[in-house]
């Protein structure tokens, strides 16, 4: 009698994770494709707010949008770090990410989203007038989306 | 038994968690073994490169991999892969006016930035390329970018820019 009630709750605590589980898994796609979603909507306002804070040389804004490690990669082949694009944009003389971009691509890993543009300069325009293919990478900490790198490269023209 | 049940409940949601199975393996610092597990695998993807080694490329690159050039080109994992077992591009030196291939990637001014479960991995390449025949602006400095997904470390995007001042001693 015992042994039977012992087995009976055994298969009842069975099913109970099972179906646990199994409510879990087949939620996963949907709440996958929310997450995306979502991830790449949030990064699109982040880069939309960088581009306003970069036209208005607002690097205090920034300086909260950026990573404190992030990687600059420049047209020109150089590697900046945060101190040093915060002070090109206070100065004017950094226009990367106020520029206007020809098409966008989001690519979501998770807490990474890498952000394709193809762009053409519009201000401070003398010495690159090609489109730059640019890649942006932003990664959460805390629960907010930083720019952890930024890379533009000129396309040479075939 | 309650407590039966809700050990088993917990257990269950634990197991379901997907960041539950980050942190195995991870001792002490996690920036630190995190930095460690990405140099073994950029170390890997430049023995992948030189030998060829589809699978091994395959394997290491994400399957939406946007990797772009210093002439500003993109290709997609499966483009770049065909270019390097295909040898479409190819590391060359000049010496006593001949062109020599080269076969050892030099790894120039390299540095690893960590962002949690994201790696960012940047170097200075003074080696100079053909790509289909016509050279490739060069030096050039680039970063790549890892993340880790299931466990494993991919490289999800590698951007490269042509070097306006090489650094001396540069052909």
């Known amino acids: 009698m015992v042994h039977e009630s012992i087995v009976r709750r055994t298969v009842r605590l ?51 949008l950026f990573a404190d490690e992030m990687v600059w990669l420049t047209s020109r082949g150089e590697i900046l770090t945060k101190a040093q694009v915060l002070d090109n944009i206070r100065s004017g003389k950094q226009t990367g990410l106020s520029e206007k971009t020809n098409d966008k691509q989001l690519h979501v890993h998770g807490d990474t989203v890498i952000l394709y543009a193809t762009t053409k300069t519009q201000a401070n325009a003398k010495e690159e007038r090609s489109p730059k293919m640019t890649t942006t990478v932003f990664v959460k900490e805390d629960g907010l989306w930083k720019i952890a790198a930024h890379g533009e490269t000129v396309v040479v023209p075939q | 038994m309650n407590t039966q049940r809700i050990t088993i409940v917990l257990l269950a949601t634990a197991l379901m968690n997907p960041a539950a199975g980050q942190v195995v393996g991870q001792t002490g610092n996690p920036s630190q073994s995190n930095k460690e597990e990405v140099v073994n695998v950029e170390d890997a993807r430049i023995r992948a490169h030189q030998n060829k080694d589809q699978a091994g490329m395959e394997r290491i690159y994400a399957d939406d991999l946007v990797w772009t050039f210093p002439t500003g080109e993109r290709f997609t994992k499966s483009q770049f892969i065909d270019i390097i077992v295909n040898q479409k591009l190819k590391p060359f030196v000049v010496s006593d006016g001949k062109v020599q291939a080269v076969t050892t990637i030099k790894q120039e001014d390299r540095h690893f930035y960590v962002f949690g479960n994201t790696v960012i991995v940047t170097r200075y390449a003074s080696m100079k390329e053909l790509f289909n025949g016509k050279p490739l602006p060069h ?25 306006a001042t090489p650094q001396p001693g540069d052909q």
């Open chain 1, 14 to 64: 069975l099913l109970l994770v099972v179906t646990v589980v199994a409510t879990g898994l087949g939620q996963g796609p949907e709440q996958d494709s929310k997450s995306v979603s979502k991830a790449k909507e949030e990064v699109l306002k982040i880069e939309d707010e960088a581009n306003l804070a970069v036209r208005n040389r607002s690097s205090s804004r920034l300086d909260s």
């Open chain 2, 139 to 163: 030096p050039r400095r680039f970063f790549n970018v890892y993340v880790k997904e299931d466990g494993r470390w991919q490289l999800v995007t590698h951007h490269s820019a042509p070097v």
